[in-house]
């Protein structure tokens, strides 16, 4: 491939050159007169020969190592040959008689310098060895056609009667041609090799056509010819050119590698014995021709025998050499081979699987040993037998008809589990990969790759015994149970789910810890699976909750049994606990066209809704599933997700209840109540949904939200009423105690809206002084730090004793309508309301009366000496605008 781009174009330009400088050369040198020839001649040949030698160097400055000093070696060589040619024609004239080429440079040159760059040049694909032999091909050749010439300008060179100088001037081409044959040689590999190599076919060009002029001088020397000068010396500008276009030539590192032809390549090995044949032929027609020989033809070759011999040795010495590594290849293949098959003996025995060759009657042909070490057989008792003998009927078969399966295909692969009998008798599972090898000459039969996989198995099903069943009671989970209730409804629509849930188990866990409870559900699960038939199921769904299927009649005296049985206390640790239980039951309902596993769930739904309906009934016993029960759930579900969009909508509002001072009869403050006007259902009473948002935490936004606005009407109503002070009450929910940054949101509220902390109070049922008392304990500390007023809600009906209340900051109790109703009717609740009212009054604690709705109930609290009231004799909870009118008008009584 030629080079392309800028820089080929510059080498394309340069090559232009030369040959133009050569046409000029030749116009001069056959057009002008004999003087003019002599000027041209010294003149060309050592411009040229400078210009080959620089670029030669600079050839070498585009490489390291030693491709740079062989380069050098090449210019340093091709400078001494221009100065010995140029020194030479010094010599030469008309005039003058013709002598040989001045040796002393141009030999150092020529068979030095020149061919030690050509031997330091880089080739990993030519030895040193090589290269001394392609020196000696070229001795060898060039020799050859000298001894050729000699005897066909025999009589020539005999009348002219040569000497020393004529032998010195026949060097000449012998140096250029075995420099010529040396590139030459260098020429295939290179390219074939590496994809490069043209600058030496232009050297080697240029050798060639050194030899050219040489070769011509040496003959014009034997016949005195006076043309010495002229168009010979067109071979050396020729040869300098060539040698200048290939250093110049740029480096194309992207030229295809040439293949060529083993014919050509072994006809490069030849040619050198073919030149020596011919030379040895030319010397015995010499000696039939002239009867006699001549020195010259003896010394000749002799010089190729001893060329031939050198050149056997070197081969001789190349064929033991490759001798030795072929056979350290072959040592080291065979102990290679020897290892690997060690090693494939090693891993085929000690392997986990069982290796096997059957014939496709299943007789078995080789046996690894590794079958004594799994299944406890010996490989020679295995070996000549028929292995569908040694199995059960069932996994012959299977066996039998794997193997007629794989056998006319071959390489055909196929996989089966078989059980297969170990030598002592136990039964053990496998997994036997066939594969179809009977084409293969190195096997010839079916190869069974047998793995034990009992203990996987074992492993199997374990994992699918605990998918399927619970942990701790070991009863069938609640999946397992799914799936043999859909199983019974496709064989029958006789079926009952009993969905079971104990009472109070929380207790247990808090009280006595886990243990305790775990303890107390195993015996449960006893207790359970002792009061059902072998038929039924019965499952533990999680935490306290079973589950039991029953098919056919008896439903309901299965679950009069449980609870029956349940009556009896259970012996946990030193403890007897009474576990009393909730049971709902349900059979099918709904579209029998639906899959039994839709049907299953509806199932399991019913009775643990019925569950819920007895135990909101009080516990411990049993319901049996109403479609109005789901009817109330899904009216519940659409209850919580239209409060949740009324959250987000801000549909929601806030009533106020006046709070008046029974001793100036003024409204002082008011008690926030939420109210939800619903869209399409009307007014949703607050025992409704509170509950709602009490069980699925939306109380806590909720009662974020009622906060914020009832203390931003507070200090509406007080700015409007001049400063007057307003106090305002916000029931908190126990599940906003829950929230650890409940004080830290009064707090960013109160400061947002502005509110008095003093003017807040906030109030809370005696459950919250029950439930994690510590805890509550460090949140009521921390609102109380805030300046603001606590208060206990509906006390009285709760079961806060009087240690709490000492224990907790609280400023106010509210005592229950229900006492209050009934003043002046009952003797004891009147005694009970003045003891509150006493209560309070000794423990340093305002009071607040609820539920006023007549005269009586007023004065009889006056004389109690209570100091607040609220009821519908004073106002009923009102909107916003109507509540501020009654704070701004003062008295309501």
């Known amino acids: 491939m030629a080079p392309s781009s800028t820089a080929g174009r510059r080498w394309l330009r340069a090559c232009a050159l030369i040959v133009s400088l050569l046409v000029v050369v030749v116009v001069l040198l056959t057009g002008g007169a004999p003087d003019t020839d002599r000027i041209v001649a010294l003149t060309a040949l050592p411009l040229a020969a400078v210009a080959a030698a620089a670029a030669c160097l600079w050839r070498s400055r585009q490489f390291t190592g030693r491709a740079r000093w062989g380069w050098a070696t090449l210019a340093a060589g091709i400078a001494l040959w221009g100065a010995g040619q140029f020194r030479f024609l010094l010599g030469t004239g008309p005039s003058v008689e013709p002598g040989p080429i001045d040796p002393s440079l141009t030999l150092l040159g020529m068979a030095v310098l020149v061919p030690a760059g050509l031997l330091i040049m880089p080739s990993s694909s030519q030895p040193l060895v090589n290269r001394i032999r392609s020196i000696l091909d070229g001795l060898m050749i060039a020799t050859s056609l000298i001894l050729v010439a000699w005897v066909a300008a025999a009589e020539l060179i005999t009348g002219a009667g040569v000497g020393l100088p004529f032998y ?27 994809g490069c190599g043209a600058d030496l076919a232009f050297f080697a060009a240029g050798m060639l056509a050194f030899a050219v002029s040489d070769i011509g001088y040496a003959y014009l020397g034997l016949v005195h010819d006076d043309g010495i000068g002229r168009l010979l010396d067109l071979g050396w500008l020729a040869g300098y050119g060539l040698i200048i276009a290939g250093a110049l030539r740029p480096r194309v590192p992207a030229v295809p590698p040439m293949d060529l032809p083993r014919g050509v390549l072994g006809g490069a090995v030849m040619l050198p014995y073919l ?22 033809v003896a010394y000749a070759r002799s010089f190729l025998i001893l060329l031939i011999v050198g050149r056997q040795l070197l081969t001789q010495l190349e064929n033991r050499s490759l001798t030795r590594h072929l056979e350290k290849r072959v040592a080291d293949r065979t102990a290679e081979l020897y290892v690997r098959e060690q090693q494939f003996h090693a891993l085929v025995q000690q392997s986990s699987d069982v290796v096997t060759v059957v014939s496709p009657d299943a007789d078995v042909i080789y046996q690894s040993e590794s079958v004594q070490r799994i299944f406890g057989y010996a490989p020679r008792f295995l070996t000549g037998r028929r292995l569908t003998q040694l199995l059960d009927p069932a996994s012959a078969h299977r066996l039998a008809q794997a193997l007629r399966q794989v056998t006319g295909r071959p390489h055909a692969t196929t996989v089966l589990e078989l059980t297969v009998q170990h030598r002592d008798g136990r039964t053990r599972e496998a997994e036997m990969t066939i594969t179809n090898l009977l084409d293969d000459p190195h096997v010839g039969g079916l190869v069974l790759n047998t793995r034990d996989i009992s203990e996987r198995m074992e492993l199997q099903e374990q994992l699918v015994y605990e998918a399927y069943h619970d942990s701790l009671t070991q009863l069938a989970n609640r999946a397992l149970f799914r799936d043999r209730t859909a199983a019974a409804l496709e064989a029958s629509t006789d079926v009952t789910v009993l969905h079971l849930d104990l009472d109070g188990f929380k207790r247990v866990n808090d009280s006595l810890g886990h243990l305790a409870g775990d303890q107390l559900l195993v015996q449960v699960a006893d207790r359970i699976t002792a009061c059902v038939r072998d038929s039924d199921v019965v499952a533990r769904f999680g935490a306290d909750e079973f589950g039991v299927l029953v098919t056919g009649d008896g439903a309901e005296a299965v679950a009069r049994r449980i609870l029956d049985d349940l009556e009896e206390p259970i012996v946990v640790g030193e403890r007897l606990i009474h576990a009393r239980a909730s049971i709902g039951s349900a059979g099918p309902d709904g579209d029998a066209a639906l899959p039994a596993g839709e049907r299953a769930e509806q199932i399991m739904r019913n009775a643990d809704l019925a569950m819920h309906h007895a135990k909101a009934a009080g516990g411990g016993v049993f319901a049996e599933y109403r479609p109005r029960m789901r009817d109330g759930l899904i009216e519940r579900l659409e209850l919580e997700n239209d409060l949740r969009g009324a959250l987000e909508r801000g549909e929601l509002r806030l009533h106020y209840q006046p709070t008046v001072d029974l001793e100036t009869h003024e409204v002082v403050g008011f008690e926030a109540l939420v109210r939800w006007p619903h869209p399409t259902r009307g007014m949703i009473n607050p025992l409704d949904f509170i509950p709602i948002a009490e069980a699925t935490g939306l109380i806590v936004p909720l009662g974020r939200w009622v ?50 902390a003093d003017r807040l109070c906030l109030e809370m049922t005696e459950s919250v002084l029950m439930t994690d008392t510590e805890s509550n304990l460090e949140q009521l500390v921390r609102l109380k730090a805030l300046g603001l007023t606590l208060a206990i809600d509906d006390f009285g009906t709760g079961y806060s004793s009087l240690a709490y209340l000492r224990r907790f900051p609280v400023d106010t109790l509210k005592i229950d309508r229900s006492f209050v109703e009934r003043l002046g009717v009952l003797a004891d609740d009147t005694a009970l309301t003045d003891t509150i009212v006493r209560l309070g009054k000794s423990l340093g604690m305002a009071t607040v009366a609820e539920g006023i709705e007549e005269f009586g109930q007023l004065a009889a609290l006056r004389e109690m000496g209570c100091g607040f009231a609220q009821g519908y004799y004073f106002s009923r909870p009102v909107p916003a605008a109507e509540a501020g009118r009654l704070f701004l008008e003062g008295a309501v009584a």
Not at 180 to 189: G, N, V
Not at 275 to 296: D, E, R, Y
Not at 749 to 755: D, K, V
């Open 707 to 756: 906060l914020h606005e009832a203390c931003r009407q507070a200090v509406e109503w007080s700015a409007a009423a001049g400063g007057r002070p307003l106090k305002m009450s916000v029931n908190v929910s126990v599940r906003q105690f829950d929230q650890a940054g409940l004080p830290e949101t009064v707090a960013a509220i109160l400061a947002e809206t502005g509110m008095p």
């Open 168 to 194: 010195l001037t026949l060097a000449f081409p012998v140096g250029d041609i075995v420099i010529a044959t040396m590139a030459a040689y260098m020429l295939p590999q290179l390219r074939r090799r590496h």
């Open 275 to 296: 030149a020596v044949l011919a030379a040895l032929a030319s010397s015995v027609l010499f000696h039939v021709s002239t009867g006699h020989s001549h020195p010259f």
